[in-house]
């Protein structure tokens, strides 16, 4: 910023070089503050990412079990026997009752199904409640390390020991760090506004502030951001 003040630089005339994905956050998350538009080259925004996407939908239902986007992605992530075409049933079923497909979950007793289906979607369900109750009781950031560790989202990470792997464990392990970041800060000045709510619904919010609008044009005068 000094440097493009002083000197009447261009975003283009920047390039920001790091040696491994999951360090684009940090990075991003600044010049998003900044309004300062940015492209990655040879990958993608940090939060576009699979495992990202995966585990924040695991915090959305931990606030809100009826954000259906985010109960359709995780609901049988990691694999738990509940195979898409149950999904779209109980979608279809939800629907012609005028239910929410979260509803619909939550008496899954009432419905004909496969009982090992059932018993699958019943700790599902018995799961996300539990983090429920817990976000007014923890930080952000030690409910999202419970989250990670009983969904066996961090475990099934970590135990692809491919090249993909590491980088999507390593990911995840730089959301815990922003999550931890988050809940440590004492203030947070987001323009005039100054945050102090730690809580996970908070965080959830904060990020959607972060991501939104995240298209760049082609001829955007932005920032390159590149793994080296």
Do not use: C
């Not at 492209?39 to 924040?56: C, N, P, T, V």
């Not at 497909?101 to 539990?130: G, P, Q």
């Not at 930080?139 to 419970?146: I, K, M, S």
Request: charged residues 30%; hydrophobic residues 35%; aromatic residues 10%.
């Amino acid at each position: 910023m000094e440097l493009k003040m002083r000197e009447h630089y261009h975003n283009n005339d920047f390039a920001i070089l790091y040696r491994t994905n999951a360090q684009s956050r940090a990075f991003e998350e600044a010049l998003r503050r900044l309004n300062i538009p940015y492209k990655i080259f040879g990958g993608m925004s940090f939060y576009q990412r699979k495992e990202i996407k995966d585990f924040l939908a695991y915090l959305k239902l931990a606030v809100n079990p009826y954000d259906e986007d985010a109960l359709k992605r995780v609901i049988n992530y990691p694999a738990r026997g509940i195979v898409q075409t149950t999904i779209d049933k109980l979608t279809i079923t939800a629907t012609n009752e005028g239910k929410r497909v979260w509803d619909v979950l939550d008496s899954i007793h009432e419905y004909e199904i496969a009982t090992r289906t059932k018993n699958a979607i019943e700790e599902f369900v018995l799961m996300v409640k539990s983090f429920g109750v817990q976000v007014a009781q923890k930080t952000a950031y030690d409910l999202a390390v419970q989250i990670g560790k009983t969904t066996r989202l961090i475990a099934e990470l970590y135990n692809d020991k491919t090249v993909e792997g590491i980088s999507r464990y390593e990911n995840i392990q730089e959301l815990l760090n922003s999550i931890k970041e988050f809940t440590e800060e004492d203030v947070v000045q987001e323009g005039e506004a100054t945050i102090t709510d730690r809580s996970l619904g908070s965080f959830l919010q904060n990020v959607t502030l972060l991501t939104g609008d995240e298209k760049t044009g082609e001829n955007t005068d932005a920032v390159k951001l590149m793994t080296t």
